[in-house]
């Protein structure tokens, strides 16, 4: 047997949780986009930083496995470095 729905339940079970009218667009979509977080340059400086920590980590596994000198450290680095920056220069001008 089904239970009995009210109508203030109904109206409830309905609702999709936008109270936006039907027609209106999606915050982000054809008006003015959000202002920037204050906090938005922490994730850059993470992404900047764990760029150079994972260079660091491939480079010395690459030498440690072939037993050179820290050639493959430095390269690796440099070049995840040089992503990180062009990563950290790309988001600065999209804003």
Do not use: N
């Amino acid at each position: 047997m089904i239970p009995a729905i009210s109508a203030s339940e109904c109206r409830w079970l309905s609702q999709s949780g936008d109270d936006r009218p039907t027609g209106a667009a999606p915050s982000g979509e054809g008006g003015a986009p959000p202002p920037p977080s204050p906090y938005s340059g922490i994730g850059a400086a993470y992404t900047l930083a764990g760029s150079v920590v994972a260079g660091l980590v491939i480079g010395w596994s690459i030498d440690h496995a072939t037993g050179t000198s820290p050639r493959w450290t430095v390269a690796v680095t440099m070049l995840f470095l040089g992503v990180g920056l062009y990563q950290l220069v790309r988001e600065a001008l999209r804003k």
